[in-house]
């Protein structure tokens, strides 16, 4: 058939003078209908997609589902012959995801992953004690009398800052309270950005206004629990443990009773050493948190 006008070759724009970067070629071979894309897509109207340099009608003869790029009718065999053009590049939102294991302690705001603890005497008469910190709740808080876990709501109730007792503790108690690192609610659905990965981040940046609640799973986090366990010789105090490590940041159990950090034991290098000498033969089991 003839055409009025001039012969204009056709347009590649993986080969044009000026290369356009938002352009990707794939190779039909007459039975593949889903390509994977190295960008995600929101809707099929964000990408122009050519067949052997045919346009193709969105949603009719393609469709797409973040990174995948599906046809209705499988490409004919040959050699990049698809070419996807990325529409409105700059416009488009990214959604990034997190990697298994991907968020590590350095890119942990310190708010987050320093398990302070509290300890206090009790006087008798009061059944209050105001925390060095406000955690989120209840339930991000370990609290010991004389080393005795309490539970809450049954032992106690947070507001703010300050747990009250619903038993007032009887003189010379040792209230000891451990935080457990979260101290905030705040949530972000999703992080609008292209690839974001370990590198981008900076140490710190990742906080708890940045992580949505229940969001972060075991799967997400590489968290490492190990432990130690000693037999007492009746005679020395101190026990070698893991370094890395101060007295905030590990469990003593003696004899299976939760020691009190700094009151009962202290951590200084490799080395635990116990405000009193354990009896013979007794139980010293350490677990290490995370830090």
Do not use: W
Request: proline share 5%; with cysteine.
């Amino acid at each position: 058939m003839s055409y009025i006008g001039q012969t204009v070759p056709y347009y590649d724009p993986t080969n044009a003078p000026i290369p356009q970067i938002d352009v990707e070629r794939f190779s039909g071979d007459n039975s593949t209908l889903a390509f994977t894309l190295t960008r995600r897509v929101a809707f099929a109207t964000d990408v122009e997609v050519f067949v052997d340099n045919v346009q193709q009608e969105p949603t009719i003869a393609y469709s797409v589902d973040g990174f995948t790029l599906t046809f209705t009718e499988a490409p004919p065999t040959a050699t990049d012959n698809i070419y996807v053009i990325y529409r409105n590049s700059y416009g488009i939102q990214n959604f990034a995801t997190v990697g298994d294991g991907s968020i590590t302690y350095n890119k942990l705001a310190n708010n987050i992953r320093q398990m302070n603890a509290d300890v206090f005497t009790a006087n008798g008469t009061g059944s209050t004690v105001e925390l060095s910190d406000t955690p989120y709740n209840a339930n991000t808080l370990i609290v010991t009398l004389d080393g005795v876990i309490q539970t809450p709501p049954t032992n106690y109730t947070l507001s703010g800052s300050t747990i009250t007792f619903t038993s007032t503790p009887s003189t010379n108690t040792v209230i000891a309270v451990r935080h457990m690192g979260f101290r905030t609610g705040t949530s972000t659905l999703s992080l609008m950005a292209g690839d974001v990965g370990t590198v981008e981040l900076e140490n710190g940046a990742v906080t708890t206004a940045k992580i949505a609640d229940n969001a972060v799973t075991n799967d997400k986090v590489a968290l490492t629990y190990t432990s130690d366990a000693f037999v007492a010789n009746g005679s020395g105090q101190t026990f070698t443990v893991t370094s890395g490590h101060t007295a905030n940041s590990v469990f003593v159990h003696y004899n299976g009773i939760c020691m009190i950090p700094v009151v009962d034991y202290d951590v200084s290098g490799t080395t635990l050493t116990m405000t009193f000498t354990p009896t013979a033969n007794s139980n010293v089991a350490v677990r290490y948190l995370p830090v």
